[in-house]
């Protein structure tokens, strides 16, 4: 089998194509899209629409669209930025943490049953394997978040980079 066959095996199996993968595991109608925005909000601490959508390889357009929809059920709130009053900053409601930290312990949970399969050597081995993907997808200028960013950062010398 190829590693296109294996990637898109993987893709299916771990439910990565479900229209709206969080229902299952939280009850919310929350896509895919949207849970990786919660995500990215956390991670990024206050991040303006334009950062984040740039982090997900987003058009603004389209992500704009997705802060509209996570604002209405009440998981995120936007704020102007005190720097520049046309930036809206994004932060997550507690509502939108509550739903996330539901969702970061069903993964968590699916993850572990995955992994408890394997031999350590064997998680070992995907782990670092997952890394190098990532590694090349960056290097090659095909990380779909911040690609010119990562390539910039390895153009300046930094060899560890990744797609955040």
């Known amino acids: 089998m ?7 095996n993987f893709v299916r199996r771990f439910g990565l194509l479900n229209a709206s993968c969080c229902e299952s595991c939280c009850g919310e109608k929350v896509s895919l899209v949207q849970s990786q925005s919660l995500s990215a909000i956390r991670r990024m601490e ?10 997900l390889g987003i058009d603004i357009t389209t992500f ?6 996570l604002e209405s059920k009440g998981l995120i709130a936007r704020q102007p930025s005190s720097e520049d009053r046309r930036v809206s900053l994004l932060k997550l409601t507690p509502e939108g943490m509550r739903v996330l930290e539901q969702i970061d312990r069903f993964m968590g949970r699916r993850i572990e049953r995955m992994l408890s399969t394997m031999t350590p050597f064997e998680r070992d081995v995907v782990v670092r394997s997952l890394h190098v993907l990532n590694q090349a997808l960056i290097l090659s200028g095909s990380c779909d978040s911040g690609a010119d960013s990562c390539i910039t950062q390895v153009q300046r010398g930094k060899r560890k980079v990744s797609c955040r």
């Open 2 to 8: 190829t590693l296109r066959e294996e990637l898109q």
């Open 46 to 55: 206050n991040p303006s629409i334009q950062q984040v959508a740039t982090e």
């Open 64 to 69: 704009s669209r997705q802060v509209k929809r």
